[in-house]
T-cell receptor, first 112, second 116 residues
């Protein structure tokens, strides 16, 4: 019940296309859902995050869509650029919990 | 300043060595974390310190010994490691996540550890 399932494992998108990464969870106590971006040899950096009282959050080219009833959330990257090539992790955290539960990660490659 | 600084960036150590990883933040965060990350895997939580007290130990072997000397510093002491302990060790900090509204965790760049 503590798992967050992320798909796909890897994704190749053409420059200018839309990249979509999906995550699903079981634990209804989760109340915070961040996405992290990680470049090789670097630590993860927070990209965007959402709480379950909102169905969508947009920051620049990055959008999180959240479906509370389906217990799913997804990251959409519009107008994908080669610089977006990285590994993306979704995560979840319960209220008052100190531990982030990470998905398995998606390696995104944007072809020029 | 939203930076978490880790030193060293790279470390090679033998199985009989003793070494330490260091982490520093000046954001006034009162929670600090150690994570271990293997290649192509997500970060795995090892330890959480909250207000300089150890609050979570994820059943980590005793050859890893954390220390939080003050609210800005976090160390990870290493002794008698095994080759399978080779990984990227990440430090992170945040406000106290047990309080409502405190959410974001900032990660350092990591220490790439190789045990030979």
């Amino acid at each position: 019940q503590q798992q967050v399932k992320q798909s796909p494992q890897s994704l190749i998108v053409q420059k200018g296309g839309i990249s979509i990464i999906n995550c699903a969870y079981e634990n209804t106590a989760f109340d915070y859902f961040p996405w992290y971006q990680q470049f090789p040899g670097k630590g993860p950096a927070l990209l965007i995050a959402i709480r379950p009282d909102v169905s969508e959050k947009k920051e620049g080219r990055f959008t999180i869509s959240f479906n509370k009833s389906a217990k799913q959330f997804s990251l959409h990257i519009m107008d994908s650029q080669p610089g977006d090539s990285a590994t993306y992790f979704c995560a979840a955290r319960g209220q008052g919990a100190q531990k982030l539960v990470f998905g398995q990660g998606t390696r995104l490659t944007i072809n020029p | 300043d939203t930076e978490v600084t880790q030193t060293p960036k790279h470390l090679v150590m033998g199985m009989t060595n003793k070494k330490s990883l260091k982490c520093e933040q000046h954001m006034g965060h009162r929670a600090m974390y150690w994570y271990k990350q293997k290649a192509k895997k997500p970060p795995e939580l090892m330890f959480v310190y909250s207000y300089e007290k150890l609050s979570i130990n994820e059943s980590v072997p005793s050859r890893f010994s954390p220390e939080c000397p003050n609210s800005s510093l976090l160390n990870l002491h290493l002794h008698a490691l095994q080759p399978e302990d080779s990984a990227l060790y990440l430090c992170a900090s945040s406000q106290d996540m047990r309080r409502p509204g405190n959410t974001e965790a900032f990660f350092g760049q990591g220490t790439r550890l190789t045990v030979v």
